[in-house]
């Protein structure tokens, strides 16, 4: 009998790694390390989106990009019936990362 090798899968694309990446859903600790990689790296710092992928380390720039518009969008949809444990959620969020 002769074996015939299969051959390897074709590597994933770009689009079918970005597509995979973009279904992952959010674990909890990931979306508090954003959080504190937003207070820590504001508005304006240099290569901001890779430096807060590389604070969070799982999470790619755009990924990042894309949850953070995400939250934004929520949060704006919410802010007039903004609950306590929202606000106190922050304020836990902003406090941890000024600690660093």
Do not use: Y
Not at 15 to 40: F, G, M, N, P, Y
Not at 71 to 95: I, P, Q, T, Y
């Amino acid at each position: 009998l002769r074996r015939v090798r299969a051959s390897p899968p074709p590597a994933p694309t770009q689009s079918d790694t970005s597509k995979k990446d973009k279904d992952r859903k959010w674990s909890r600790d990931e979306v508090d390390q954003l959080h504190k990689a937003l207070i820590k790296f504001p508005a304006g710092t240099g290569s901001r989106w890779d430096r807060i992928a590389e604070f969070i380390g799982s999470r790619s720039a755009p990924e990042c990009q894309r949850k953070c518009s995400e939250l934004k969008n929520n949060f704006a949809a919410d802010a007039a019936g903004m609950s306590v444990n929202a606000e106190a959620e922050f304020a836990r969020a902003k406090a941890e990362a000024a600690k660093g």
